[in-house]
């Protein structure tokens, strides 16, 4: 990576102005001409290498990987890959009809528990003792099939557990999208215009979360972790400048509102970044991600800091824009104590959220940087994501910018291909080691992919000696 250097910010204000945009980049004017008999050629089958392979090329120094090369028949079309939940000594996800757990110190597959149909929605917090509650389609049609199935899964043991179907009325609480949340034991799922809460233990259903002005502000989506947050459109009209969000923090045990957080008229709440601290996004309702702030609030919801990073090229969600997904996934983002981290194209940087001020800021002329953990004060561990010709990489970055560029992690070039290609789709950190997904899986037997790549650094013989071989808390289904 070459870093340009280190720059400064231009704090946002925060009745939510328009700051002056920055003159576009012109496009090539000239348009290639297509041949007039296209060769047509039969695509070659993708190699996916095996662990074996990609540490045989290993240089010293480099990180010991290994890598998934699911099987799985799929359907000649995409899928969604979804959330990475890491439990105990595993890494859990769901795609397709089936949710598996990979083993972190090698990437064996531990359990898998299929599913009738496709997943479409799952939660990105398990509870703190590692269950998790998934939603599936009522069909495998391509077309009508509903988001109304619920199934809990243990994720340490890879026990299925209760399943219940989501009760449908009318367009008002329609299952074609659903968004769900857990905080705590509870289960918080929105679905069109309404939201509920559910015991994740037996499926029991606790209450209905509150609608406040009915007929003016309808929940729309819900965010969980250590807080459970509902965030609700309002005055829904035709004129975008009357709109506005509402954004509450209710107490998972009992349905009680612990405080609200209105937008001004005209913005809406776009991705909750952070619920302990709260920090979100808000976007115009009519510029969307072109016209877009960060927003951390304080205690009772009150309003601590407003940031524009806009004017240092930042973008929403690193360019993934509003995704369509949970409220909770925004790609390139990362909460700490007291500092936001956004990356993206060519640059990462960090906001001190007290202050609202760049605390440091990184270009880089040809890498995506994706902040990974949050360290001391406002430093962070950075994933730089391969390229084409080159692998990826964990740097340290702390207050001066470049001046502390400190490389944690470098990846073997054996594993650039299958690294470059997952295109950082889902990233989770821990311990040391770093689990790379793609954000879909493919049917398409020609343009095969890895389902999952990791890396962590060797550990010298002298200490993989001393360590009793780890016995699994794991079982089959």
């Given at each position: 990576?070459?870093?340009?250097?280190?720059?400064?910010?231009?704090?946002?204000?925060?009745?939510?102005?328009?700051?002056?945009?920055?003159?576009?980049?012109?496009?090539?004017?000239?348009?290639?001409?297509?041949?007039?008999?296209?060769?047509?050629r039969t695509p070659e089958q993708?190699?996916?290498?095996?662990?074996?392979?990609?540490?045989?090329g290993r240089k010293p120094g480099?990180?010991?990987?290994?890598?998934?090369?699911?099987?799985?028949?799929?359907?000649?079309?995409?899928?969604?890959?979804?959330?990475?939940?890491?439990?105990?000594?595993?890494?859990?996800?769901?795609?397709?009809?089936?949710?598996?757990?990979?083993?972190?110190?090698?990437?064996?597959?531990?359990?898998?528990?299929?599913?009738?149909?496709?997943?479409?929605?799952?939660?990105?917090?398990?509870?703190?003792?590692?269950?998790?509650?998934?939603?599936?389609?009522?069909?495998?049609?391509?077309?009508?099939?509903?988001?109304?199935?619920?199934?809990?899964?243990?994720?340490?043991?890879?026990?299925?557990?209760?399943?219940?179907?989501?009760?449908?009325?009318?367009?008002?609480?329609?299952?074609?999208?659903?968004?769900?949340?857990?905080?705590?034991?509870?289960?918080?799922?929105?679905?069109?215009?309404?939201?509920?809460?559910?015991?994740?233990?037996?499926?029991?259903?606790?209450?209905?979360?509150?609608?406040?002005?009915?007929?003016?502000?309808?929940?729309?989506?819900?965010?969980?972790?250590?807080?459970?947050?509902?965030?609700?459109?309002?005055?829904?009209?035709?004129?975008?400048?009357?709109?506005?969000?509402?954004?509450?923090?209710?107490?998972?045990?009992?349905?009680?509102?612990?405080w609200r957080f209105r937008t001004?008229?005209?913005?809406?709440?776009?991705?909750?970044?952070?619920?302990?601290?709260?920090?979100?996004?808000?976007?115009?309702?009519?510029?969307?991600?072109?016209?877009?702030?960060?927003?951390?609030?304080?205690?009772?919801?009150?309003?601590?800091?407003?940031?524009?990073?806009?004017?240092?090229?930042?973008?929403?969600?690193?360019?993934?824009?509003?995704?369509?997904?949970?409220?909770?996934?925004?790609?390139?983002?990362?909460?700490?104590?007291?500092?936001?981290?956004?990356?993206?194209?060519?640059?990462?940087?960090?906001?001190?959220?007290?202050?609202?001020?760049?605390?440091?800021?990184?270009?880089?002329?040809?890498?995506?940087?994706?902040?990974?953990?949050?360290?001391?004060?406002?430093?962070?561990?950075?994933?730089?994501?391969?390229?084409?010709?080159?692998?990826?990489?964990?740097?340290?970055?702390?207050?001066?910018?470049?001046?502390?560029?400190?490389?944690?992690?470098?990846?073997?070039?054996?594993?650039?291909?299958?690294?470059?290609?997952?295109?950082?789709?889902?990233?989770?950190?821990?311990?040391?080691?770093?689990?790379?997904?793609?954000?879909?899986?493919?049917?398409?037997?020609?343009?095969?992919?890895?389902?999952?790549?990791?890396?962590?650094?060797?550990?010298?013989?002298?200490?993989?000696?001393?360590?009793?071989?780890?016995?699994?808390?794991?079982?089959?289904?």
């Amino acid at each position: 990576m070459a870093c340009a250097g280190v720059y400064a910010v231009t704090v946002g204000r925060s009745d939510g102005s328009v700051a002056p945009e920055a003159e576009a980049t012109p496009r090539p004017s000239g348009t290639p001409t297509a041949p007039r008999t296209p060769a047509v050629r039969t695509p070659e089958q993708k190699e996916i290498p095996t662990s074996e392979q990609i540490n045989a090329g290993r240089k010293p120094g480099d990180a010991k990987a290994w890598v998934v090369d699911d099987r799985t028949d799929l359907p000649r079309r995409n899928f969604k890959v979804h959330d990475l939940w890491t439990v105990g000594d595993t890494v859990v996800q769901a795609a397709y009809r089936k949710v598996t757990a990979y083993r972190l110190s090698d990437g064996a597959e531990v359990w898998s528990v299929p599913l009738p149909a496709p997943v479409c929605e799952t939660p990105v917090n398990p509870t703190p003792d590692g269950k998790v509650v998934l939603v599936y389609k009522s069909s495998q049609a391509r077309r009508g099939a509903r988001c109304n199935q619920l199934r809990m899964i243990d994720l340490r043991t890879g026990k299925a557990g209760w399943q219940k179907e989501l009760v449908e009325t009318g367009s008002a609480d329609d299952t074609f999208i659903v968004n769900s949340a857990i905080s705590g034991g509870v289960l918080a799922i929105g679905q069109s215009m309404r939201a509920a809460a559910y015991r994740v233990e037996d499926g029991v259903k606790l209450y209905d979360i509150p609608m406040e002005n009915p007929g003016k502000c309808y929940p729309d989506d819900v965010a969980g972790g250590t807080r459970l947050l509902v965030a609700s459109t309002c005055a829904m009209s035709v004129d975008g400048s009357k709109s506005y969000s509402q954004l509450r923090e209710i107490d998972p045990r009992t349905g009680k509102v612990l405080w609200r957080f209105r937008t001004q008229p005209g913005w809406q709440v776009g991705k909750v970044l952070s619920v302990a601290p709260v920090v979100f996004t808000t976007l115009h309702n009519e510029e969307r991600t072109d016209n877009w702030r960060i927003v951390a609030l304080g205690p009772g919801g009150a309003l601590r800091t407003t940031v524009d990073p806009r004017s240092k090229g930042f973008t929403h969600c690193a360019d993934a824009g509003e995704s369509g997904e949970n409220i909770q996934n925004c790609k390139g983002t990362l909460v700490g104590r007291n500092t936001v981290f956004l990356g993206g194209t060519n640059q990462a940087g960090a906001y001190d959220l007290g202050t609202g001020k760049l605390a440091w800021g990184v270009k880089s002329e040809d890498s995506t940087l994706n902040p990974l953990q949050a360290q001391s004060g406002s430093s962070a561990l950075v994933y730089e994501a391969a390229t084409p010709s080159r692998p990826g990489r964990i740097i340290r970055f702390g207050p001066g910018g470049v001046d502390t560029d400190k490389q944690v992690l470098q990846h073997p070039e054996s594993a650039t291909a299958t690294e470059y290609g997952m295109l950082a789709g889902h990233l989770a950190y821990a311990n040391g080691r770093i689990v790379i997904t793609s954000a879909d899986v493919s049917g398409d037997d020609t343009n095969r992919q890895a389902r999952m790549l990791s890396f962590a650094p060797e550990r010298p013989r002298a200490q993989r000696a001393r360590e009793p071989h780890a016995l699994l808390s794991h079982a089959s289904p």
